[in-house]
């Protein structure tokens, strides 16, 4: 496969999908962590990655279910890992993580837990973006762990 790459409006895209976003509430199948950061890329890139599996789950238990269907897996790196693969992309150490890229981190879940979580690195390089019970929210890309490169 041809490895995906930027558009060259690509900032301006993400600015917009960031402010979409902003206040849409984590819903499973429509704003979770996943299609939260493959939105992001989708704006980056123009692909939309998460077209198959948008929408036909409302739950954790149904998000699950697609993810081994899908990935192969019910673990969130592990489905990273395939995505990657199959996009053409590459992991890069958290500290290289740029802007529009995809970062995983354990952040407090929609359900009041705490877990590993999909989220894009935000405009200003520093903080990464996840979709939130209450939409978007920011931690330092610092308390990340795994960075994957977009384009």
Known sequence: MTPVTRLPDW???LVDYFT????APFEWGK???IL???GAAQAITGMDTAKDFRGLYKNAI???RIMRKRFGTTDLSEA???FKAEWGSEEVPILF?????IVEADVVSAEGGTGPSL???DLDGIHALFAGPSGAFKIKITDCRRAWRVG
């Open 11 to 13: 900032p301006e895209r």
């Open 20 to 23: 979409s976003m902003k206040e």
């Open 31 to 33: 704003n979770d962590c």
């Open 36 to 38: 939260f950061a493959l």
């Open 62 to 64: 149904g998000a699950a």
């Open 80 to 82: 990273a890992d395939v």
């Open 97 to 101: 993580a740029q802007r529009g890229d």
């Open 119 to 121: 989220g894009v690195v």
